[in-house]
């Protein structure tokens, strides 16, 4: 879509204006599992290699590794009760590995996918509990988490802390992938809460900053909807 702008106001792009609003309002609603799928592919392929790395370096036990591997698979087809809980037989489930293997690179690893896959299911409380004990510390897999914990929070109705927990994600990712995402979803927030003058300034930041992304070329059509809404005030 393009974003050059032109004198006359018929002819910007924003004609349909209600239309742009709306879908500011209700993009994360509407996106957040594109986005989350997105995000959780980078946790999977990054994570199997970080994992195989770091797991069987420095391993507690093979089972927990076995164990984790498993459930790997079930999480990756979203059998998140079976991912969670085991499978009755030859799988613990992430919530018994992060109980038995407590204090293992696989507990940390379990209670990031146990997190998200709650988070599917709809169990916020849940989801909130397991990410945040996630200790993590490897560029990608870390911004990722806070960001699957900010789109907890707009579940909640928290825009306040999720707005806060996406900047810091983006910070803490630093990079031309992950933190334009997150801000942008920070962006989204604060035009949902009304906060017209932080939507314009986060936008704009993303296109300066963010140039070639495909965040930055959609900024101007939400930095005009937040200024128009701005002098409707």
């Known amino acids: 879509m393009s974003k050059k702008k032109s004198a006359a106001k018929t002819e910007t792009g924003f004609e349909n204006i209600e239309e742009v609003l709306s879908a500011s309002e209700h993009f994360i609603e509407k996106n957040q599992k594109k986005i989350l799928i997105s995000l959780l592919a980078i946790i999977v392929l990054v994570g199997g290699v970080i994992a195989y790395n770091y797991l069987y370096k420095y391993p507690r036990s093979e089972n927990a590794i076995t164990a984790l591997y498993k459930g790997e698979r079930y999480f990756q087809n979203q059998e998140d009760s079976i991912a969670i809980f ?133 900024a101007d059509k939400y930095i005009e909807a937040a200024k128009l809404q701005q002098k409707g005030e």
């Open 86 to 218: 085991g499978n009755g037989n030859d799988y613990l489930g992430f919530e018994s590995i992060t109980k038995e293997f407590h204090g293992t690179k696989a507990a940390d690893l379990a209670h990031a996918y146990a997190g998200i896959c709650y988070s599917r299911l709809g169990d916020n409380e849940n989801a909130l509990k397991h990410l945040n004990k996630f200790k993590g510390g490897d560029i990608l897999i870390t911004p990722a988490i806070l960001g699957a914990v900010g789109d907890i929070y707009i579940n909640m109705g928290n825009t306040d802390k999720a707005i806060s927990t996406f900047n810091d994600a983006a910070k803490k990712a630093n990079d031309n992938l992950l933190s334009p995402i997150f801000y942008n979803k920070a962006g989204m927030a604060y035009l949902s809460a009304k906060n017209f003058s932080k939507a314009i300034e986060t936008f704009q930041m993303i296109k300066d900053k963010y140039i070639n992304t495909p965040q930055a070329q959609e």
